[in-house]
């Protein structure tokens, strides 16, 4: 049998999908409600199977409706990929990589790599997001981004990985605090003691958020920063505990009064991976930046010096 797809009931069907409701994918996607009604009886019948499941609280997919949508997804997002290739073209730009990254290598590793990689190429463009692994794992499979940066288990087997770094969490607080000296701690011992922590919009946050809930006990959130410097010095200043990576830890504590505790918790140290659905597939310019982000990890990079800051008067 024929099928035949067209991007109104794609999008169509994804709209229904995220609001469970065919009243609300229709206003979505800016047509009638009778309109969606006779485009989903339509595309069911094309493909000679039921994607909606129908009640009176609202609609919900069958499996053939999760696998079509999830298809469509991929589909949208390879589009909104050229779409925005074809403008940055136009505007004299050559290529777009799409890169998300977890917390750490957002903020430790990637800045002078990306630095490097865009002054070898000028005219490309690098859209960098921060995200949570397991979400970089299926925008990476759906197609939403080109290159992941993932930490910790995730289920990575339908991509193609490459080792990255190892990453380790670890308690940071004040010079002179009762924990200052502790060969390690258990993260649930940690939660009757202040935190500092990152924004709630980090994947940082979100992950010590999950550890916490599966403990069944909540972080006691005294003051949330942009950034690990900012937190280093929330805690010098006593205003709490906080939980960073040790790389940052470490570099801020040369210039501040912190100390550094290992976390006993077997999640604290985790390895990180680069993930993509194939690097063959990747255009060449990303897939060089690939193989920057491996050199760099392996210490092979040498990578461009910082430029200078220029004074400034008060």
Same mark, same amino acid.
């Not at 002054?119 to 925008?139: K, T, W, Y």
């Not at 995730?154 to 308690?171: A, H």
């Not at 999950?210 to 200043?237: W, Y």
């Given at each position: ?19 469970? @409701? ?15 009604? %006779? ?9 000679? %199977? ?90 990476? %499979? ?87 410097? %900012? ?32 976390? @006993? ?50």
């Amino acid at each position: 049998m024929a099928m035949h797809f067209d991007l109104v009931d794609l999008r169509l069907m994804v709209h229904i999908a995220d609001a469970n @409701s065919m009243t609300r994918g229709a206003e979505l996607s800016f047509i009638s409600l009778p309109a969606a009604s %006779t485009r989903i009886k339509n595309l069911e019948e094309s493909i000679g %199977t039921k994607l909606l499941y129908r009640t009176s609280q609202g609609v919900t997919l069958t499996p053939p409706g999760q696998a079509f949508v999830t298809h469509a997804r991929m589909v949208l997002g390879q589009i909104e990929h050229l779409r925005g290739d074809m403008q940055e073209y136009v505007r004299g730009i050559k290529g777009h990589v799409r890169v998300f990254a977890n917390t750490t290598s957002l903020g430790e590793f990637l800045p002078p790599v990306l630095r490097h990689f865009l002054r070898r190429h000028p005219d490309v463009n690098i859209d960098l997001r921060e995200r949570l692994s397991h979400d970089i794992v299926r925008a990476v %499979t759906e197609g939403q981004t080109d290159i992941g940066i993932v930490a910790g288990l995730v289920r990575t087997e339908n991509l193609e990985t490459l080792p990255y770094r190892r990453d380790r969490l670890v308690l940071v607080v004040p010079r002179g605090h009762a924990l200052d000296g502790e060969m390690q701690i258990d993260f649930a011992d940690t939660l009757e003691l202040d935190y500092v922590g990152l924004h709630e919009s980090s994947a940082i946050h979100a992950f010590l958020r999950q550890a916490s809930d599966q403990l069944h006990r909540p972080i006691k959130l005294r003051i949330q920063v942009g950034n690990f410097e %900012t937190a280093c010095r929330m805690i010098e200043a006593g205003v709490g505990v906080g939980v960073l990576p040790e790389s940052a830890a470490s570099r801020h504590a040369h210039s501040m009064d912190i100390a550094i505790v290992p976390l @006993s918790d077997s999640w604290s140290v985790r390895d990180m991976q680069i993930c993509m659905r194939s690097m063959d597939a990747l255009p060449s310019f990303a897939q060089e930046l690939v193989q920057l982000l491996v050199a760099d990890a392996q210490g092979q990079l040498q990578l461009d010096s910082a430029p200078e800051k220029e004074a400034t008067s008060a």
